[in-house]
């Protein structure tokens, strides 16, 4: 034990932090087989539980791009993205280099009293995407900038309540998750926020609340990452209308839908005329590698919130504007523009939505394709027939989403593609790949989707073995 050290503080494993001579190269090594373990032991248990159970506990030891590799060099295609971050891929060299550079640089970062060039020069190419929001505040997530638009919004009107479309998700920190449409992630975590849920696209709903004068705002998100459910043509812009006539305001929540997800810049973008109050972003701002969320909003409403020089610090970030987020997020901008990757978004979505689609009248389990640019949903239901109407019943009783589960495991274990579905009880697979994926990742996942769904209407095989295990396992956990 050296001088300064806690009494009984336990010498650390080999290779484990606080071993003098840190080397990260030799560290992984040494201890990179225990990673399941590890988490077992240190972090959430449920989490190699869970993924052992469905086969998911692979060992990847590198990636680039839309692909992983394991250590006998099988790629593998990523058609997740995680969950929306890798907007860009794995380690896009431009991203990278920002990184080096910045680091090299040793700026005087988050001194707090000073003004760095890269959070305005980042905040000033956000907003010439936004050409009706004025500033921004920077973060460390989306959950984040949903918090901040939360608090802006029921500061700038004076009003407290704030409306939320069931089956939405916004974030699990306490304010968000009271703005969250799933109640599997708000049980047991009460008293929330005194919130209020509408369906999206009811606007006789969303006026009645309004008609009772308390109503802050309205956060939508523009297409619903749970389902990929898309708000009705219309719904946003009159939603709008609707809230500035009650002194409301709307806040749009592209955490996951916005930077080229669905084809434009923002998914709102869609609906003409809409200019939301406050646009809540994350996820592929980072370019896969710093933590970073951004609320943009309207002069008026920052200018409300920041009214003083004494209320200089009434919301802040201690990690916000940090210099790798800035360096990273301006990378983004600049590799999105270069490489027109809303673009490739768009038609490479288009492309891969159409061949879906069309086996719609292939396969009688396959009910639904939708969703906007890389932004699919696949949606399976009740088949005709009597021998797959019978199993698909068995899953149902057992649990829902059981049967999407059931494809997800054969595109990863037979053809080492991840995909995962698009929330709790739904039989809907979501797909939201990198943005950068071309005609050769569509034809790889058309391809083994077709094989996948080609075995479960066999009616036999390790599929339907895969899906008595799972209904076993829903049982047992009831």
Known sequence: MTDGEPKGFPAPASGAPGDKGFDLTRLLAERGAERYELHARHLNHQLPRMLHTIGFDKVYE??????FWDSEGNDYLDMLAGFGVMGLGRHHPVVRKA????????LADLTRFDCQPLPGLLAERL???????DRVFFGNSGTEAVETALKFARYATGKPRILYCSHAFHGLTTGSLSVNGESGFRDGFAPLLPDTAVALG????????????????????????????????GYLRAAQELLHRHKALLIADEVQTGLGRTGDFYAYQHDEGVEPDLVCVAKALSGGYVPVGATLGKDWIFKKVYSSMDRVLVHSASFGSNAQAMAAGLAVLSVMRDEKVVENA??????????????????ELLSDVRGRGLMIGIEFG?????KLRGRWTMLQAARKGLFAQMVVVPLLQKHRILTQVSGDHLEVIK???????????VDRFVTAFTAVMDDAHAGGGLMWDFGRTLVKQAVANR
């Open 202 to 233: 009811d606007l006789a709903a969303l006026e009645r609340e309004l008609k009772r004068g308390d109503v802050a705002a309205l956060i939508v998100e523009p297409i619903q990452g749970k389902g990929v459910h898309e708000a009705p043509p």
């Open 431 to 441: 797909l939201i790949p990198p943005l950068t994926i071309t005609e050769r990742e």
């Open 346 to 363: 768009r038609t490479t979505g288009d492309l891969l939505r159409t061949r879906l689609a069309a086996l719609i009248d292939r396969y």
């Open 382 to 386: 009740r088949p005709s027939s009597l």
């Open 99 to 106: 990184l080096h550079d910045v680091l090299d640089a040793s």
């Open 62 to 67: 590198r990636a680039e791009g839309a692909y």
């Open 127 to 133: 907003l010439a995407h936004s050409p009706h929001l």
